[in-house]
């Protein structure tokens, strides 16, 4: 079976635009986080969807927003970007949203390595 | 709000050489403790869980780590490391409560293995 699979690998943009980033589940997962990875530093989360529903935000600015489709893929977008948005953005999935032992286990892609001139 | 302290961030070994990884974590309920393994240019990889039960947990590829309840860590050990266990490793931890699965990291311990 096909893991998490994200587009694109690698975005380079200039300051100011507008990006979108796009992630497919495992096949019969139904929640996809996305996390930031600035260079030498740990992932940190920005948001969770389940069941095409927002379940987390974590501490970002407005001009990031997400949502999931009815198949369950989702999209991250950031607009305005800046410098510091340059970074790996990793999408991961798992079974559920919250509240089995399974939604617990997170599956990550790859990541999209974007780079902000 | 929960945190993850992951005090070395450089680990070098010799190959066939023991390792232990340390990662202390900061909550104020219980959680749910995972190690993570990445290799450059690539994303996570699971390497281990506790969620619940013994306190210790075997992963993949020999990985193992213990849960301390008392001293608040979850440090990751291998007996024998190869060369291809080269890689930064990443503790992170998850509270069962929120209605969420969120993932707090640490800051990661890049392990060196050297012939």
Known sequence: ?117 | AQSVTQLDSQVPVFEEAPVELRCNYSSSVSVYLFWYVQYPNQGLQLLLKYLSGSTLVKGINGFEAEFNKSQTSFHLRKPSVHISDTAEYFCAVSVPTGGGNKLTFGTGTQLKVEL
């Open chain 1, 1 to 117: 079976d096909a893991g998490v699979t994200q587009s694109p690998t690698h975005l380079i943009k200039t300051r100011g635009q507008h990006v979108t980033l796009r992630c497919s589940p495992i096949s019969g997962h139904k929640s996809v986080s996305w996390y930031q990875q600035v260079l030498g530093q740990g992932p940190q989360f920005i948001f969770q969807y389940y069941e095409k529903e927002e379940r987390g935000r974590g501490n970002f600015p407005d001009r990031f927003s997400a949502r999931q489709f009815p198949n369950y893929s989702s999209e991250l977008n950031v607009n305005a970007l800046l410098l510091g948005d340059s970074a790996l953005y990793l999408c991961a999935s798992s079974l559920s949203g919250s509240g089995s032992f399974s939604s617990y286990e997170q599956y990550f892609g790859p990541g999209t390595r974007l780079t902000v001139t």
